[in-house]
């Protein structure tokens, strides 16, 4: 029996959605109206969310076709301005896209640039932003950063940092986000990942910025720190809870937070406030064996 997500990918595809999900220029809608910030502040809701990849290893409840409809509940429950996914192949990004028509995107395979792998993809609200020209592009996190499928910093699967720099048409201010998934076991990999984003980042100058993700490291790891040092960036969670004990985000199908496994992380430019932090951690049945991780900012103007 076909598995449900190839055969939605392969309805999406004939319907023409698959074939632009590498392209972040060209506008797919008409723009619709939206309210005028005069204030030129810019509020924003930010999820992150590790999908779990589909493998035939999750049967049951864990299965992806058993899940997806849960996974496209849950972000329309929380209609995030902008959302990053992590581990999803190319048949999960493919049935999020077709379930979710108010949301651009945009992302690439990390094997090939294309469709092989997973993908840390970006989706953001068609109404609110639109991409700033061809600003977009991924990172594969190693020393050969636009050589597709490159893995050279002793990982031994490629890593990649996806980004898109999107204009808000509300007040006309951008706003670049990067959403990126780490290595899960070296952490060599892990610092001159975060070095390699901090340096396109400083190249980026002055502007809000938002970094975004499954870090595999939490908020103690040194290659975190190199985000963060110095206030470059405020990883938004710890900036609103800090005494909060229980942050757990990898729970292995657990459902439980207890502990400080926090590995998916939203990070911020300095001087935005943070107005909520949460874990989302109430779903019934799991949706993934990561917790959905979700912030409210305001950047000033």
Known sequence: MIGFSRWLAGLVAAAGLVVSLGSCGRREDPPKA??????????????????????????????????????????????????????GLHGQVADLRASLPGYGFY??????????????????RKDRFE????????????????????????????????????VDRSNGRGLTVFNTHWDHRHQGSREKAAGLLRE????LGDGPVVVMGDFNATGRNPALGRLTDGGALV??????RPDEADRTTLHFWKGSRSGRLKVDHILVSAGAEVVEAAIR??????????FP?????????
Not at 108 to 115: E, N, Q, W
Not at 293 to 301: L, Q, S
Request: hydrophobic share 40%.
């Open 34 to 87: 939206v309210a005028v910030a005069e204030d030129g502040r810019m509020e924003l809701k930010l999820m992150t969310f590790n999908l779990r990849y589909e493998n035939s290893g999750d049967s049951g409840r864990r299965a992806w076709r058993e899940r997806v409809m849960q996974v496209v509940r849950v972000v329309m429950d929380e209609r995030p301005d902008v959302l990053g996914v992590q581990e």
């Open 107 to 124: 992302g690439v395979g990390r094997d090939d640039g294309k469709r092989r792998g997973e993908y840390a993809a970006l989706f953001f």
């Open 131 to 166: 991409v700033d020209g061809e600003q977009c592009g991924t990172l594969w996190l190693s020393a050969t950063p636009e050589l597709a499928g490159s893995a050279t910093w002793g990982n031994e699967l490629p890593r990649v940092a996806t980004w898109v720099r999107l």
């Open 200 to 203: 396109r980042i400083a190249a």
């Open 235 to 240: 990883e938004t969670f710890q900036a609103l």
């Open 281 to 290: 951690d109430g779903d019934v049945p799991l949706v993934s064996d990561h």
């Open 293 to 301: 991780v979700t912030a409210r900012v305001i950047f000033p103007k």
